[in-house]
């Protein structure tokens, strides 16, 4: 017959290396110390640190009334107790406590054909320290991950300067670390109306007031509620306050987006299946998620600020680097109307399109270097003046290509004046080898040309510069793109006069 000194619980410390879940070690564990104390079958119940709920792993018919009589007899025990409950092949039936610090962690069930209580004492506090132990192990694991999904959700906002894609990283991940059955982010705007994000990331308006509502109070009251029964609770508002979709919604946090003392949104997160149950250190990270939204939202908002600063500033250049020429005043708004107008039919994303606006207008950056005679010389230029005017866009390219922000832009620049057969400049790149939104600029850039007035020449009509652009195609230009333009145009700015300067340029659609 075996004795407590006889079996081992290093077995049970050993399974702390473990990923598995609590349930699934506890299960392994009471198989392992039926083959190690022989005659004997254990069983385990935890509680559950949520709920208060006591779970056994065996929960069978077999083990029903046991695990019964063990709660009843065991409240405000100490120590093992003998249950009168027992099975053929086991004399006793012996019950204890588990406990860590004098807190109640679960109860230890063995059935044995010895009354050997300081084994099952022995057992209770190894179990006591692994089930802490795991808890502990799981609680610092969640905590990682979740603050690392904050950190990656930050910098991919950073990166794309876009809160949705913060909400629909966060929306996906915190609903299982939260125990969370619905996760919102509500938003007011300046004129007082609302917005919310969805679980998808995905923006929505909000028709209606969040005022009488629970996520309406704490926008006002910019403090957060933690509510366990949203029944008991007069100011619950099942449209704005169940962002689950659930009937049966119970649990509410909400949690204010404060930037610089004002309440901009509410972050709520609702639960409602008994194990949906909210803790005190759920309502902490949701105060952490929700000064990570504000912070991207406060970034956000300070960055289109910023964009548009730089917008006007790139404009005014290109305004500048216009002027130095009075015959192609207004050239590179223009040559970036036309750019977007084909960009947009191609369907370029919106990256795509931001970089084409910012490349067409700053595609003739390099003139600032050419001397102003050679810009409005009426006389055929000499050859080394043509040779000057061709440097323009490597010095651009020279002018952007230490600032890290306009990398994107610099092929669009430089080889606008490339041509599709190759006979073009700096580089003579042909067809493909030639960047897409530089072919882009050239048909607008060289459209543009042919309907302004030059001192050199008069201004060609839409009907003429369309028929060269249709000519030109295959040679000069991507057919593919130049087709495309012609079709837009005639959409859009086509007037229908034989001759003359086309309407776009006096039609204040320019952007």
């Excluded at 709660?71 to 003998?82: A, C, E, T, Y």
């Excluded at 302004?452 to 060269?468: C, G, H, I, M, N």
């Amino acid at each position: 017959m075996f004795n407590a000194k006889d079996i081992s619980t290093e077995f049970i410390y050993r399974c702390l290396d473990s990923d598995k879940s609590t349930s699934e070690l506890l299960e392994f564990i009471t198989a392992q110390l039926s083959k190690k104390a022989k005659n004997t079958l254990w069983n385990v119940g935890v509680i559950n640190e949520n709920s208060g709920r006591l779970n056994f792993i065996k929960e069978d018919k077999f083990f029903f009334k046991l695990n019964t009589e063990a709660k009843n007899l065991l409240k405000d025990k100490d120590s093992p107790q003998i249950l009168k409950q027992k099975y053929s092949g086991y004399k006793y039936s012996i019950a204890a406590p588990i406990k860590y610090k004098k807190q109640d962690v679960g109860i230890v069930i063995c059935l044995t054909s010895k009354k050997n209580t300081n084994l099952v004492k022995k057992i209770t506090r190894a179990l006591a320290h692994f089930i802490k132990q795991h808890r502990l192990k799981k609680k610092l694991l969640e905590d990682a991950m979740l603050m690392n999904i904050i950190i990656n959700a930050n910098q991919g906002t950073s990166t794309d300067k876009n809160t949705s894609s913060l909400i629909k990283i966060l929306s996906v991940q915190l609903k299982k670390f939260l125990k969370a059955s619905g996760l919102r982010v509500y938003m007011k705007t300046k004129d007082g109306s609302s917005y919310f994000y969805d679980r998808k990331g995905n923006r929505q308006i909000f028709e209606g007031t969040l005022s009488g509502s629970i996520t309406g109070m704490v926008l006002q009251s910019k403090r957060p509620r933690m509510v366990h029964d949203v029944s008991a609770e007069e100011s619950y508002n099942k449209n704005i306050d169940d962002v689950s979709g659930s009937s049966d919604i119970k649990r509410i946090i909400a949690v204010p987006l404060v930037v610089s003392g004002e309440a901009v949104g509410v972050l709520v997160v609702s639960g409602g299946t008994d194990r949906e149950v909210f803790v005190g250190s759920d309502l902490v990270w949701a105060k952490n998620i929700a000064g990570q939204i504000a912070a991207a939202y406060e970034r956000l908002k300070l960055y289109k600020d910023i964009h548009k600063l730089f917008i006007s500033a790139v404009e005014a250049f290109a305004a500048a680097i216009d002027g130095k020429d009075p015959y192609t005043h207004g050239h590179s708004r223009r040559v970036t109307l036309y750019s977007m107008l084909l960009g947009k039919a191609l369907e370029l994303d919106k990256q795509q399109l931001e970089y084409l606006r910012l490349s067409a207008l700053l595609h003739d950056i390099g003139k600032i270097a050419v001397p102003g005679y050679i810009l409005t010389k009426e006389e055929k230029l000499t050859d080394q003046e043509c040779g000057r005017l061709k440097e323009h866009p490597q010095r651009g390219v020279n002018i952007l290509k230490h600032i890290k922000e306009f990398g994107p832009l610099l092929g669009g620049i430089k080889h606008h004046h490339e041509r599709w057969d190759g006979d073009g400049y700096p580089d003579g790149l042909k067809k493909d080898k030639i960047p897409y939104l530089a072919r882009i600029i050239t048909v607008a850039d060289a459209f543009d040309a042919m309907v302004s007035q030059r001192v050199y020449r008069k201004a060609l009509s839409e009907d003429e510069a369309l028929k060269e652009l249709e000519e030109c195609s295959g040679t000069h230009f991507d057919g593919e793109l130049a087709s495309k333009f012609i079709d837009e145009y005639k959409k859009k700015f086509y007037s229908g006069k034989s001759s003359g300067k086309f309407s776009a340029k006096s039609s204040g659609k320019e952007s």
